[in-house]
């Protein structure tokens, strides 16, 4: 069975610092496209920052690029989103995802919320100005 449980998620002033955790088990991370998604209230879901272990690539959001850094750890299993310099429009509930198809099978690196195989159960982000 394929989990993957969030944690990390809390309240931080604006300009501060989280970093979310990704417990992965059923899953090799080599063998997945992994990726970081967010939904504020009354917004959809977007892609903030999608990874492949396999070949290094990596998608950022126009929104974080400079500011998050999606990264695994293969041997615990665990994919991080270190989130610097949080603005309040962060504010939202984060999830990691796992995509079955790898860049290389797909042609691109894929961080669509529509496209995912499994998704985690989701911490709360909350950024105050």
């Known amino acids: 069975e394929v989990q993957l449980v969030e944690s990390g998620g809390g309240l931080v002033q604006t300009g501060g610092s989280l970093r979310l955790s990704c417990a992965v088990s059923?899953?090799?991370?080599?063998?997945?496209?992994i990726g970081w998604f967010r939904q504020a209230p009354g917004k959809e879901r977007e892609g903030v920052a999608c990874?492949?272990?396999?070949?290094?690539?990596?998608y950022y959001h126009d929104s974080v690029k400079g500011r998050f850094t999606i990264s695994t750890d293969i041997v615990k299993y665990t994919v991080y989103l270190q989130m610097n310099n949080l603005k309040p429009e962060d504010t939202a509930d984060y999830y990691c995802?796992?995509?079955?198809?790898?860049?290389?099978?797909?042609?691109?690196?894929?961080?669509?919320?529509?496209?995912?195989?499994?998704w985690g159960q989701g911490t709360q982000v909350t950024v105050s100005s």
């Open positions: 059923g899953l090799s991370l080599n063998d997945y496209a």
């Open positions: 995802a796992a995509d079955r198809y790898l860049p290389i099978q797909r042609g691109y690196l894929n961080c669509d919320t529509g496209l995912q195989d499994y």
């Open positions: 990874l492949s272990s396999r070949d290094g690539s990596n």
